[in-house]
């Protein structure tokens, strides 16, 4: 059975708008799509597809989670109307606590915490409700998703979508391809990725993938280089973003990715490459005293609360 897909609308302004690409009108997304999980990251891969013309289904834990992700989609929404943007009509989006919503999507990303139980449960529920032609995804960063396909029943219709943050200005996005996905997937996930504006690499199924595996790396480097006194936070930054041409430095980074998640990850990749990826104490300690970056206003650098 083909998936439903739906071409996506011209929008005006998108030359000047800072989100990550302009989606051209011959590009095509699934005429629904679910994501299960409406955090920052959930909400951003829900603004995305709901740009490019499709109708979203976001599922939360409860009532009140639900309605903090509508206001955080909606919010995003607004600042890309701002920027001139088109926006979809207001019930493209719909939000709730029933998995059985995504019935009729053709693809659904799990988009909730970056531990391994939490996903596989998700992951489960997500399989339960879609029919059995529907791509299931995971937007994990780190965790393997020939693990995650395992307790599956069609891990062949199953890949990671790696979404970077923040969803609506990042360009890119990691396709992550189990032993189990058919290439067909592959080719229709990749197509998706471009429908929405985003740059796809295809990566196979790794420990941290691409992206993660590099960026931590580098990340850790500079956490330990803060706390043997080498710099400042400030300057080991400044190094990188002139030195290197990077646009933001490992640090700032961090603290906008989250301290929790860049030590969930680096667990992750602890287990699988040994002590390289072990985390400096002091990555540990301001997450054990919950600096965890931006979201909570303090981590490597002090954040306001706008």
Known sequence: MTLPETTSPSRAGTAAAPDSTAVEATASVPAVVGVLGGGRMGAGIAHAFLLAGARVHVVERDGAAAAQARERVETALARSAERGTRIPDADSLTT????????????????????????????????????????????????????LAASLARPDRFLGLHFFNPVPASGLVEVVTGDATTAAVVTRATQWVEAIGKTAVVVRDAPGFASSRLGVALGLEAIRMLEEGVATAHDIDTAMELGYRHPMGPLRTTDIVGLDVRLGIAEELERAFGVRFTPPALLRDLVAQGHLGRKTGRGFYEWSAS
């Not at 709730?96 to 053709?106: I, L, N």
């Not at 998700?122 to 780190?142: C, F, K």
């Open 96 to 147: 709730g606590v029933d998995s059985e919503a995504f019935a009729e999507a053709g693809l659904v990303i799990e988009a909730v915490p970056e531990d391994r139980d939490l996903k596989l449960d998700a992951l489960t529920r997500i399989e339960e409700a879609v029919q059995g032609d529907a791509v299931v995804a995971s937007n994990t960063s780190s965790i393997s998703i020939d693990a």
